[in-house]
């Protein structure tokens, strides 16, 4: 299994709702991502897991909170949004740098596509 | 900081055409990824390089570490491969370019 899936594929919410982003893949990566996009611009990185633990946090707004419970499993949680913050929400894994003795190739999901209203 | 640029920006070209991509970026890296993503969403990785050349089927990706430039190459282009080619570098974090958007015309 080489994919990296994400639910759900379409999200609109209004900016008092809570609600929460899932990922999840089965390669074995110890590494996940979170990156934003806006339209017609590069992925922004927002977080980096590696085994587990966030090891980095690009100075993202405490209103996205993300969290990883296993290896295979990468959320994000979403309260009181702005709508600015609507905008397409990929996901990546990796095996994590070294590990494989160079860089790691990362696999992205098919992005959730977030409204706020 | 790495800085990279990409060009063109936009790229129309006729079906069957050769195409290609440039990449070029700033300070040294550990890999070069190029990515293609299509409207609506997912991004596919297509290549990682660090050295030399690498090809899938009617992809060619180069690299030139001296240089610090890459290109992508479309043999025989088709309008599926219409989308969005993105070049991001490595090191310790991956920087991306902001994209070539690609239109293959019928």
């Known amino acids: 299994d080489t994919e990296v899936t994400q639910t759900p594929k379409h999200l609109v919410m209004g900016m008092t709702n809570k609600k929460s982003l899932k990922c999840e893949q089965h390669m074995g990566h110890r590494a996940m991502y979170w990156y934003k996009q806006k339209a017609k611009k590069p992925p922004e990185l927002m977080f980096v897991y590696s085994y587990e633990k966030l090891s980095i946090n690009e100075s993202v707004p405490s209103r996205f909170s993300p969290e990883c419970p296993n290896s295979s499993l990468l959320n994000l949680h979403l309260h009181a949004l702005q709508p600015e913050d609507s905008a397409l929400y990929l996901c990546a894994s990796s095996q994590l740098p070294g590990l494989a003795g160079g860089p790691a190739e990362q696999f992205f999901g098919p992005g959730t596509r977030l409204t706020v209203l | 900081k790495n800085e990279v640029e990409q060009s063109p920006q936009n790229l129309t070209a006729q079906e069957g055409e050769f195409i290609t991509i440039n990449c070029s970026y700033s300070?040294?890296?550990?890999?070069l990824h190029w990515l293609q993503q299509h409207p609506g969403g997912g991004i596919v990785s297509l290549f990682m390089?660090?050295?030399g050349k690498k090809k899938h089927g009617r992809l060619i990706a180069t690299i030139n570490i001296q240089e610090k430039h890459s290109s992508l190459h479309i043999t025989a282009s088709h309008p599926r491969d219409s989308a969005v080619y993105i070049c991001a570098v490595q090191d310790d974090k991956i920087i991306f370019g902001k994209g070539t958007r690609l239109h293959i015309l019928p």
């Open positions: 300070v040294g890296i550990s890999a």
């Open positions: 390089l660090s050295s």
